[in-house]
């Protein structure tokens, strides 16, 4: 199962990415992240266990605010790690 979130809030030059590639990475979730043009991140995560993560990038890292998040359900994607998108 393959989902795409957009991040609001606090979440570009705070090391936000970073964060979320540091934990996607460590409970071994596939996807990537990264910054859009409006100042918002996209995260996109292939996993069956997509709120476990997610509980923990609602509450940010010491210095980004997470205001909102939308899911947007996509079509089935193929990775094989995650990945900072630039």
Do not use: W
């Not at 998040?69 to 193929?78: A, P, R």
Request: hydrophobic share 40%; aromatic share 14%; with cysteine.
């Amino acid at each position: 199962m393959s989902n795409k979130y957009i991040v609001y809030g606090r979440v570009q030059g705070v090391g936000f990415r970073y964060f979320v590639y540091e934990l996607a990475t460590r409970l071994k979730f596939n996807g990537s992240v990264k910054n859009l043009p409006d100042g918002s991140v996209e995260i996109v995560i292939d996993s069956n266990k997509q709120e476990e993560i997610l509980k923990v990038i609602k509450k940010g890292n010491f210095f980004s605010h997470v205001e909102k998040i939308i899911k947007i359900e996509i079509l089935e994607c193929s990775y094989d790690d995650f990945k900072i998108l630039y």
